[in-house]
Structure formats: C-alpha cells, structure tokens
Nanobody
Framework: QVQLVESGGGLVQAGGSLRLSCAAS????????LGWFRQAPGKEREFVAA????????LYSDSVKGRFTISRENFRNAVYLQMNNLKPEDTAMYYC?????????????????WGQGTQVTVSS
C-alpha cells in the first residue's frame, strides 16, 4: 500500500525558508504524481505544486511560483518542497498526496493517497 509521511513544518518569520519532506512507500518509479496541497482554517484545500514520479514534470500554483521548488529523490522515495520568501498567507497545514497518473492534476479529488499533514506557520 502507498503510505506518505510529511515532516519539516514549523514556525518561521516572514521572508524565511522551510523545507518540507514527504517520505513515500509503496510507489513505483513511474505511474504516480506526487503533489503538495495546503489548507488554512476555514478555507478550501488548494493545490501548491506537483511532480511526476517517473519523468519529473513539474507544476506550480501561481501563488507560489518563483518562491517554492518541488523536487524528488527516487532512491529515497522522497519528495521535497523548498519554500523560500515565506509570507503570512502561506500559513496552513501542508499535505503530501499521490495520484496514480502520469499527468499532473490540480484537483485534490484526483489524489487517492494522503499524508497526515505538517503545519507551517509564518509570522509577520
């Protein structure tokens, strides 16, 4: 079975950086999309970034493009989200998710496997 575990969240001042990690098990080298989503209290879960497991295709939301970088390390079965120039509006619970597909989708309903989430809080 696919299992995802996030880590790396925490409290950071505006303008600072954090690196989130997602350890994945049960994935093949190809055939999955690994995505990051975030959800703030009282708001909808929104797409942040995603990468295809096999071909390393990338997609970012407009709100994070240029500030966040998603990457993968196949040997470790891990996906990372480097977050730079963090803003208070980035504060949310961040989730790692897997979609059994080769094309990236931004709809959370496409993703069938989810981690437990890691909290990111950005102070002003």
């Amino acid at each position: 079975q696919v299992q995802l575990v996030e880590s790396g969240g925490g409290l950071v001042q505006a303008g600072g950086s954090l690196r989130l990690s997602c350890a994945a098990s049960g994935l093949t080298f190809s055939g999955y999309v690994l995505g990051w989503f975030r959800q703030a209290p009282g708001k909808e879960r929104e797409f942040v970034a995603a990468i295809t497991w096999g071909s390393s295709r990338l997609l970012y939301s407009d709100s994070v493009k240029g500030r966040f970088t998603i990457s993968r390390e196949n040997f470790r079965n891990a996906v990372y989200l480097q977050m730079n120039n963090l803003k208070p509006e980035d504060t949310a619970m961040y989730y790692c998710a897997a979609d059994r597909a080769t094309a990236i989708g931004t709809d959370a309903r496409r993703y069938e496997h989810w981690g437990q989430g890691t909290q990111v809080t950005v102070s002003s």
